[in-house]
């Protein structure tokens, strides 16, 4: 009598060890492809910043760490409530804005002021340009002045002259912008005075500049291109931006 279970786990034996024989073949095969990449290369490190990259971070964290502080000391006084903070931290950033535009509003105007006073200092300005008779400037008695100095052939005190009243006319069109301590070219640079008056100005100042510091004489026809600039930066349409 035959044995049918000692037969099945012969055969059984023989096709594991056929199916392993093919498995290794085809694992065999399949690492000799080279196609199928099975080791990744090393990444290389990272490339470190350079000395300076790390210096300006450094200097940077240094700088703004009172800052952190402060705003941490800050937050300690401000309520749990994730809504308070938001709105007390919106105040606070509209508040720092309010301020940076004034401080920048002071250096480009030359003068402290609030959207609602630059709106009445622009209607005063308007106002005060439309009260001038650019018919009555010559006839004043500074130009008749002036006038006489260059008929005496004092060209250089006429045109100097003439500075003095443009300055104190854009004192009285613009009194926040004219301080004692400003300079007649930081004057003609400011940009608070409209550009066709400003340039006149700027020629007047710089015929000035050369005769007082560089030396220079000042003759007939240059005094009466600065009569001519003065009389026009009078008129209201030069201060019209």
């Known amino acids: 009598m035959i044995d049918t279970g000692d037969h099945l786990g012969s055969a059984d034996l023989h096709a594991a060890a056929g199916a392993a024989r093919r498995l290794h073949q085809a ?5 000799a492809d080279g196609d199928v990449q099975f080791l990744l290369p ?4 990272p490339t470190p ?7 300006l971070g450094r200097w ?4 703004l760490r009172p800052v952190g502080r402060g705003l941490r000391w800050l937050g300690s006084w ?4 994730p809504y308070a903070r938001a709105l007390l931290w919106s105040v606070i950033a509209i508040a720092v804005a309010a301020m940076a535009w004034a401080a920048w509003n002071r250096i480009r105007e030359g003068a402290w002021r609030l959207p609602r006073w ?4 622009v209607a005063s300005d308007v106002a005060l340009e439309e009260e001038w008779s650019p018919d009555a400037a010559p006839v004043h008695a500074w130009l008749q002045e002036a006038d006489a100095l260059a008929a005496d052939g004092h060209y250089a005190e006429a045109a100097h002259r003439l500075l003095f009243r443009s ?3 854009i004192a009285r069109r613009r009194p926040r912008l004219v301080r004692p301590a400003l300079t007649s070219r930081e004057l003609g640079a400011a940009g608070a005075i409209p550009a066709a008056a400003r340039t006149l100005f700027a020629d007047i100042a710089a015929l000035v500049e050369r005769s007082l510091f560089g030396g220079r004489g000042v003759d007939r026809e240059e005094w009466l291109a600065a009569r001519d600039a003065y009389t026009r930066m009078t008129l209201a349409e030069a201060w019209r931006a």
């Open 78 to 81: 401000m309520p749990d409530a």
């Open 60 to 63: 940077l964290r240094d700088l």
């Open 42 to 45: 090393p990444m290389a490190p």
């Open 49 to 55: 910043p350079p000395a300076w990259l790390v210096a």
């Open 27 to 31: 694992h065999a095969a399949l690492r």
């Open 167 to 169: 300055v104190e006319d």
């Open 118 to 121: 630059r709106r009445k200092a």
